[in-house]
């Protein structure tokens, strides 16, 4: 197959370029990201020793840029990571999330449908289901839930795959969703929950947690959401939504506190702050469906991928200081400025 993989500078699209290279060495990726804040080109610094992968820099909300590509590439395929996925960021500034979480999506669908591909796949998230009760851990989310969004990232993601189900049915698109549970692992973006406390804990800085910490999230292991969405696009029905889950639940005060106790810092080192605007206090993730049509089950244990996340933390710290410092922006430019690169940005 050859795949277009959107957002793959990002955490879990990255993850997913490596997992595929690895899985089906014979398959092509190309890489389509727009390299924002978020998109971090030293992340890909390995597969693009493979000659089995192909880097461009390019916006899925711009049309022409998308078509020119399909054009020339012609894929099989197509798995949308890109997103904007920082839910405090979507309440201070909903337009963008709007512009690369729907009109992206809405560019790649009839990019999809005008050069033809064998398989859409959309990487949601269980925040469209909104939250569940702490008080009730019988409950879960499961694919026939009701959207029930809670914040503008979430919305822009329900609107992003209600518009994913319209292709399929309106226009016979060969699609699938898929819907997970909170990541973790490699590569993680240090403004989220894990890495930013991993990091701020080696450096003996407060560890802000929001409110009173019992707001629970399921959590996978990124290399096991990989694995799911690699199944998926492969043999999953066409049309239909996966929920890929851990069976990992957790208190974000006790994430917080395993951290520290890896480290070997003392828990004095959280601090509560105020809490996010609208803030979900629960979610969990019933993956049976997937379980029961592709036989897909978590490996990874939350023990144990914690300890192999801050592993991985401690032995690349030049990575995520490159972010830290803006370093990592400079990357791009330097490694691309006297080579003739494929650009479809402007």
């Known amino acids: 197959m050859k795949i277009i993989v959107t957002g793959g500078a990002g955490f879990i699209g990255s993850n997913f370029v490596y997992y595929e290279l690895a899985k089906h060495p014979e398959d092509e990726i190309i890489c389509l990201d727009a390299l924002t804040y978020a998109g971090n080109l030293e992340t890909l610094a390995d597969a693009e020793k493979n000659p089995q992968f192909t880097f461009v820099k390019g916006d899925i909300a711009n049309r022409q840029a998308v078509y020119r590509l399909f054009e020339r590439v012609k894929p099989d395929g197509v798995v949308n990571f890109a997103a904007e996925s920082h839910v405090d960021r979507s309440i201070e500034n909903p337009e963008i999330f709007l512009q690369t979480n729907v009109i992206g999506t809405s560019v790649l669908l009839d990019a999809c449908r005008k050069y033809g591909i064998q398989r859409y796949h959309q990487v949601s998230t269980d925040e469209v289901y909104g939250d569940l009760p702490l008080d ?11 959207l029930h969004t809670s914040s503008p990232y979430s919305v822009s993601k329900a609107s992003a795959d209600l518009l994913v189900q319209a292709y399929h049915r309106t226009y016979k698109l060969p699609v699938t969703i898929s819907r997970c549970s909170n990541n973790y692992g490699p590569y993680h973006f240090p403004e989220k929950l894990i890495p930013l406390m991993i990091i701020n804990a080696l450096s003996d800085k407060k560890l802000p947690v929001y409110g009173d910490g019992k707001n629970v999230r399921d959590w996978l292991y990124v290399e096991d959401h990989c694995a799911a969405i690699d199944l998926i696009i492969r043999k999953g029905r066409e049309g239909e939504v ?52 592709l036989g897909w089950l978590p490996q990874t244990k939350f023990e144990d991928g914690i300890k192999k996340t801050v592993k991985w933390y401690l032995e690349h710290q030049d990575w995520w200081k490159h972010i830290i410092s803006g370093a990592y922006q400079e990357y791009y430019h330097d490694m691309y400025s006297k080579k003739n690169v494929l650009e479809y940005a402007k």
Do not use: C, M, Q
Not at 136 to 146: A, K, N
Not at 272 to 293: L, M, S, W
């Open 136 to 146: 009730r851990p019988d409950l879960f989310f499961t694919e026939d839930t009701p």
């Open 242 to 293: 996966y929920n890929i889950g851990g069976h990992n639940e957790r208190a974000n005060i006790d994430v917080v506190k395993t951290i520290l106790h890896e480290l070997g810092k003392p828990e004095s080192l959280i601090e509560h702050a105020t809490d996010r605007k609208g803030h979900d206090r629960r979610y969990a993730i019933d993956p049976t469906k997937i379980h029961n049509e």
